[in-house]
Nanobody, 114 residues
Framework: QVQLVESGGGLVQAGGSLRLSCAAS????????MGWYRQAPGKQRELVAI??????NYADSVKGRFTISRDNPKSTVYLQMDSLKPEDTAVYYC?????????WGKGTLVTVSS
């Protein structure tokens, strides 16, 4: 099993930045892929960014503004979010696949005010 704990959410004004962190209970080099999804009120959960051993992929809506990265010694994955927009408001979830099973964190709320 893998436990994922997100942190770093909060309230920010439009144009601001936040960095989300996802701490994994296992060494992340063996967890692949890892990424972030988000779910806005009344909407389906959607992919934000995914990090595999060889590449990164982003939703079109966040390209050029969000950056996903990992720190293997700390077993942590980050999501740097810049130039935030009100439409980025959502609960952000960390996800990881380990031995074919998808794991999810409980989520962290990001609210962007206009």
């Amino acid at each position: 099993q893998v436990q994922l704990v997100e942190s770093g959410g909060g309230l920010v004004q439009a144009g601001g930045s936040l960095r989300l962190s996802c701490a994994a209970s296992r060494s992340i080099p063996i967890i692949n892929p890892m990424g972030w999804y988000r779910q806005a009120p009344g909407k389906q959960r959607e992919l934000v960014a995914i990090l595999t051993s060889g590449s990164t992929n982003y939703a079109d809506s966040v390209k050029g503004r969000f950056t996903i990265s990992r720190d293997n010694p700390k077993s942590t994955v980050y999501l740097q979010m810049d130039s935030l927009k009100p439409e980025d408001t959502a609960v952000y979830y960390c996800t990881a696949r380990y031995y074919g099973i998808n794991y999810w964190g409980k989520g962290t709320l990001v609210t962007v005010s206009s």
